[in-house]
């Protein structure tokens, strides 16, 4: 008995590593509700990685403080229906619900339909982001493809190969130009 309990114990900790990262969900962060939503055909072809250009986060309080700044700017300032973003990542190593996985994001030019755009919180012009972030942001389009919102054939891009733009940040770029399925030229 102890031993089965061991075992399911184990497989269960095993799935949590292997599947989806920590996913903060909207009401936990303290969104406000969106003013429309386009449905995203899916599975996408691309993931769009960005960086928020704005403050760092280290604590669930602090990375839900600024997700709720950035979302009040998309919705206010650029007057958009909701946050731009799919997915926010922050070095606290959790993910934030942005659009989620189902709905057009706000967050490139011409691609936000075919796309899911990740963006991770901080500046990462001249640093990386942290382990906990890079790890969160990995397992997430582990996530995506295996709940079936992304292509198993997907194609990891950085905002600056799709439009004229610096994000993700020159030190963000070097990393993921390294990962997995990275194109940079369309
Ligand atoms: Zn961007």
Redesign the pocket.
């Known amino acids: 008995m102890l031993l089965l309990t061991r075992v399911v114990l184990l497989s269960a900790l095993c799935a949590a590593a292997l599947g989806c990262p920590r996913i903060i969900s909207r009401r936990q962060w303290g969104a406000r509700p969106p003013r429309n939503r386009v449905p995203l055909r899916t599975p996408v072809p691309y993931v ?4 928020t250009a704005g403050n760092p986060c280290t604590s669930q309080a602090s990375c839900s403080r600024q997700v709720r700044g950035i979302q009040n700017y998309h919705m206010d300032t650029q007057r958009w229906p909701d946050i731009g973003y799919n997915f926010l990542i922050g070095e606290d190593g959790n993910v934030y619900e942005g659009r989620g996985w189902s709905t057009v994001g706000a ?2 030019m011409y691609w936000s339909a075919k796309s899911l ?1 990740f ?1 991770f919180l901080g500046n990462f012009s001249s640093r990386a982001p942290n382990a906990a972030a890079l790890n969160a942001a990995k397992s997430l389009i582990q996530c995506v493809v295996s709940k079936g919102f992304l292509s198993r054939s997907y194609f990891l891009k950085g ?2 190969n799709v ?1 004229p ?1 610096d ?2 940040g020159n030190a963000l770029y070097k990393v993921i130009s390294r990962w997995p399925r990275f194109k940079g030229k369309p």
């Not at 769009?48 to 960086?51: D, E, S, W």
Request: glycine share 8%; proline share 7%.
């Open positions: 769009i990685i960005h960086h967050h490139v755009g963006s905002h600056r439009n733009t994000c993700p």
